[in-house]
Nanobody
């Protein structure tokens, strides 16, 4: 089980970019997934992107082509590069870990599959 700390959230204008980081400590089992989730006020928490130890990725349709999830295993750090930001991207962003691969081999975007969570970092995109 890992401990997760997010950073990099900020207030930006529409069309801008941000890179979020998630520093992980503790042991990460290689067969499990990590992911980014977000939750806006009054909305349900939703999956944004997920990645496994072999760098296979899975993205929500709403962010495909704009966001990129990656990891630096040597630094035990997960990243989310966010480009072409829109006001609807405004949310608290959470890093999560511990999900097994779903049937078919991909990492899930369902929050119920993840066991470990960070405290979140706020992203605000103004129009």
């Amino acid at each position: 089980q890992v401990q997760l700390v997010e950073s990099g959230g900020a207030s930006v204008q529409a069309g801008g970019s941000l890179r979020l980081s998630c520093a992980a400590s503790g042991y990460r089992y290689s067969s499990y997934c990590m992911g980014w989730f977000r939750q806006a006020p009054g909305k349900e928490r939703e999956g944004v992107a997920a990645i496994d130890n072999d760098d296979s990725t899975n993205y929500a349709d709403s962010v495909k082509g704009r966001f990129t999830i990656s990891q630096d295993n040597a630094k035990n750090t997960l990243y989310l590069q966010m480009n072409s930001l829109k006001p609807e991207d405004t949310a608290m962003y959470y890093c999560a870990a511990g999900a097994p691969r779903s049937y078919g081999g991909s990492c899930p975007l369902s929050l119920y599959e993840y066991n470990n969570w960070g405290q979140g970092t706020q992203v605000t995109v103004s129009s």
